[in-house]
C-alpha cells in the first residue's frame, strides 16, 4: 500500500510564502498526472495545479501566477511553491497521484493533507 505524505504547511502571513512538498512511502512506477488540491472549511475539495509525466502544467485561476507546481520523476516528489498569500488560500492541501496500474486502469493516491492558514 502506498503512502503520500505532505509537508510544509503551517501559519504564515499574507503576501507571505510557503512550499509545500509530497513524498511516496515507497517507489512508484508510471505515475501520470500529479496535482495539489484543497478543501476549506464548509466548501468541496478544489483543483489548485496539477501537473503531468512531461512537465505540463495547469493551474486554478485564482492561483495562477502565485503559485507554481514542480516534479521530480525520480524521486517521485511533487512540491507547491506558493507565493504572494491570501487568507482565501487557507484550506488543507493534499497531494494526489494519478499512477497506471495497467493498460487502461489507474489508481487515485492522496495524502492526509496539512493545513495552510494565512492570515491577514
Known amino acids: 500500500q502506498v503512502q503520500l505524505v505532505e509537508s510544509g504547511g503551517g501559519l504564515v502571513q499574507a503576501g507571505g510564502s510557503l512550499r509545500l512538498s509530497c513524498t511516496a512511502s515507497?517507489?512508484?512506477?508510471?505515475?501520470?498526472?500529479m496535482g495539489w488540491y484543497r478543501q476549506a472549511p464548509g466548501k468541496q475539495r478544489e483543483l489548485v495545479a496539477t501537473?503531468?509525466?512531461?512537465?505540463?502544467?495547469n493551474y486554478a485561476d485564482s492561483v495562477n501566477g502565485r503559485f507554481t507546481i514542480s516534479r521530480d520523476n525520480g524521486k517521485n516528489t511533487v512540491d507547491l511553491q506558493m507565493n504572494s498569500l491570501k487568507p482565501e488560500d487557507t484550506a488543507v492541501y493534499y497531494c494526489n497521484y494519478n499512477v497506471q496500474t495497467g493498460r487502461w486502469d489507474r489508481i487515485d493516491y492522496w495524502g492526509q493533507g496539512t493545513q495552510v492558514t494565512v492570515s491577514s
Open positions: 515507497r517507489r512508484i512506477y508510471m505515475i501520470n498526472t
Open positions: 501537473i503531468t509525466r512531461g512537465g505540463n502544467t
